[in-house]
């Protein structure tokens, strides 16, 4: 099995010089050249971009950290996974998602976005969510809804009421 790479944020304190005090090349990279450069440490050239356009809607702008480990001998015939932690200060401060990319006929993936969030599921449905229909009950507590047949929502309310884990999936080619 192909090695885990893991990419993160200079370490506290460590800021680089940038902007006044520094330079063009002593910019940190941001999430998304560190992505591009695990890409290319572990030789995935077929899906690259369709990765990398994933995982940009993951990060949306926001800080992250990730590891990318290919599934296989060769990233381009075997599928990769992409772990993320990220945060976003207007849309959930701490976020888990994975990108899985599958190099077979043509590139395919998915990824999987979840969030907790501090309020309650009604709420974030009629609010953030409120554009999903058909909402249901899965069995007894989470609720399900779609955006469309490759887009679905599934918002899981905790114990106390008050918050709501939201776990969002999307299919991609």
């Not at 932690?85 to 599958?102: C, K, M």
């Not at 006929?105 to 409120?130: H, K, M, N």
Request: glycine share 8%; hydrophobic share 45%; with cysteine.
């Amino acid at each position: 099995m192909a090695a885990l790479l893991a990419a993160s944020a200079p370490a506290f304190g460590q800021q680089p010089a940038t902007g006044v005090s520094g330079g063009m090349s002593t910019a940190p990279a941001g999430p998304a050249d560190q992505l591009a450069a695990a890409f290319a440490q572990i030789g995935m050239t077929r899906c690259a971009s369709m990765a990398q356009r994933a995982a940009n809607f993951v990060f949306e702008d926001g800080e992250a950290a990730f590891t990318v480990q290919p599934l296989g001998p060769d990233a381009n015939v075997w599928p990769t996974v992409i772990t993320i932690e990220s945060a976003h200060a207007d849309n959930g401060p701490v976020r888990f998602s994975t990108v899985t990319i599958s190099p077979g006929q043509g590139c395919a993936g998915f990824y999987e976005q979840v969030i907790v969030w501090p309020t309650s599921c009604d709420d974030l449905a009629r609010t953030v969510f409120a554009s999903f229909t058909g909402t249901r009950l899965l069995l007894n507590a989470v609720q399900v809804s779609e955006l469309n047949a490759g887009l679905q929502l599934y918002l899981m309310p905790h114990p106390d009421g008050r918050s709501c884990t939201s776990i969002k999936r999307e299919l991609f080619r």
